[in-house]
């Protein structure tokens, strides 16, 4: 794949669709995360929808990055990976037990509110794909949804969705690192038998576990073994040189205060970032990454997740500087 890299002795601009430039207007061009206010346009107050503009919030304050809206997935793309009756039943809400089968709950804005969000995830990984640079989407509650129906907090599958509308852009492979606590049995059951597209998955939890496959592979972790296991899954990937693209399901609730359990500290996801967006620097890789799990309740506020989701931006603004 064919990327281009930002010459480091020359000063670089900002693309033309981003909204904000350097600050000093010397230093390289803001990395690009994707968010608008109608990701969490749904009344629905849930973690997943809320987070995603205290994490916004706090990107604009940390620095380095440039939020950009996406456009909306429509019913069309939808349905490239989820089954038509369920996507016109998240649109009309209507019947009610499938429009609600995310166990969030349905209302009339969280059509535009998950569109959005899932037009997040593709769009960044199409600009990661086509610029060689990392990019991000703060989406969240995506790998649990099916093609007939949502599952645990998520609607729409944005990221294999991304990864197919990638590999109808010309890429050749795309691998998905979901690292959220929880399996993603939701995007293994989408990719199962289409070319071109794999998931590797260390998970602590065994919610949606799925009988791992040669293109799913599937380990759980405890927080003794949890960066050696990504690891070692990191260095099986075969080929990796031929991977034209990395979406990476970044999950804070592996965190003992984010919905995690007793061990995984902020210094080990730290850790855990390095590892993983450090592999795929190693190797020339493009990344996009997402926000998925975390939640208050166990010890932090949104806003305190909000903050651990940043470990994922500073490390890969570290990678790229
Ligand atoms: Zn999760």
């Known amino acids: 794949m064919e990327t281009h890299t930002p010459t480091p002795t020359e000063p670089t601009t900002p693309d033309a669709d981003t909204t904000a430039g350097p600050a000093d207007g010397q230093s390289a061009a803001p990395l690009v995360a994707y968010y608008s206010d109608e990701f969490h346009s749904t009344g629905i107050e849930f973690d997943t929808t809320v987070k995603s503009r205290l994490v916004a919030e706090a990107l604009l304050a940390h620095g380095g990055w440039t ?16 089954d038509a009756d369920y996507v016109r039943a998240v649109l009309d809400g209507s019947p009610r037990d499938l429009a609600e089968s995310n166990c969030i709950g349905w209302d009339g804005a969280l059509w535009e509110s ?11 990984a199409i600009r990661a794909m086509t610029s060689g640079r990392t990019t991000a989407s703060l989406s969240s509650g995506l790998h649990h949804a099916r093609p007939e129906s949502g599952r645990g907090f998520c609607t729409f599958n944005g990221l294999a ?8 852009a010309g890429a050749q ?53 949890y960066l050696q296991v990504v690891g070692r899954v990191l260095d099986g990937v075969a080929d990796p040189s031929g991977i034209d693209l990395v979406i990476y399901n970044a999950g804070m609730d592996v965190h003992e205060q984010a919905g995690g359990i007793p061990g995984f500290t902020t210094d080990l ?53």
């Open 67 to 82: 939020l950009v809206p996406p456009r909306p997935v429509d019913a069309g793309e939808l349905q490239l990976v989820h």
């Open 114 to 124: 998950v569109t959005a969000s899932t037009g997040g995830v593709v769009e960044a």
């Open 161 to 168: 969705l991304a990864a197919v509308m990638a590999r109808h």
């Open 173 to 225: 492979r795309v691998l998905i690192i979901d690292l959220d606590a929880h399996c993603g049995g939701g995007t293994a059951a989408i990719i199962d038998g289409v070319d071109g597209i794999e998931q590797v998955d260390v998970s602590t939890s065994s919610f949606d576990r799925y009988a791992p496959r040669p293109d799913a592979r599937l380990e759980i972790a405890d927080h003794t073994t």
């Open 269 to 321: 996801v730290r850790a855990r970032e390095r590892i993983v967006l450090g592999w795929a620097a190693s190797l020339g890789l493009p990344v996009s990454f997402t926000l998925a799990g975390g939640y208050s309740g166990s010890g932090l506020d949104l806003t305190g997740v909000a903050a651990l989701h940043l470990e994922t931006f500073r490390a890969a603004t570290d990678m790229a500087a």
